[in-house]
């Protein structure tokens, strides 16, 4: 498959569009066929994009956590999706993301594509949906 990936932590002038090997779900996990991302500027700064939890170095990892697109294949103990449906996602930094044709999420991390939007306005929300100080008035200094 094709894909964007980090060749450094410098930030996103550092992106190389090539092959890379196609994900394989797991236990509990989704294979995404990738119609959206999108793709935050920090990303090739940020720790965890460059390390797992256990703190192992990644080699030339795949940005874009926001996911819109197309469940393919569900790995073994998944239910509540099924192949086809159309999906958004928010998937884990420390993993590779959707910067490419297909990606991998935990099935949890998985939800139904509201039927009222595209895949490029669905893949803006993930992150975004889970900040709620947007919700919150702008206090100014002096006011």
Sequence with gaps: MKAIRLYSQSG????VFEDA???QPGVGEDLIR????SVMWQE???SETWKTPAGIERQHPIP???????VVEVGSGVTGIAVGEAIYALTE??????AAEYTVTRATDVALKP?????????EVPLVGLDRS????????GR
């Design 12 to 15: 996103p002038d550092q992106c």
């Design 134 to 141: 947007y919700r919150q008035p702008m206090r100014c200094a």
């Design 93 to 98: 930094f420390w993993r590779d993301g959707a």
């Design 64 to 70: 874009g956590h926001n996911v819109s697109g197309e």
């Design 34 to 37: 990738v119609h959206a991302t």
């Design 115 to 123: 039927r009222t939007l595209e895949h490029l306005q669905a893949a």
């Design 44 to 46: 090739p700064t940020w």
């Design 21 to 23: 090997p196609k994900p």
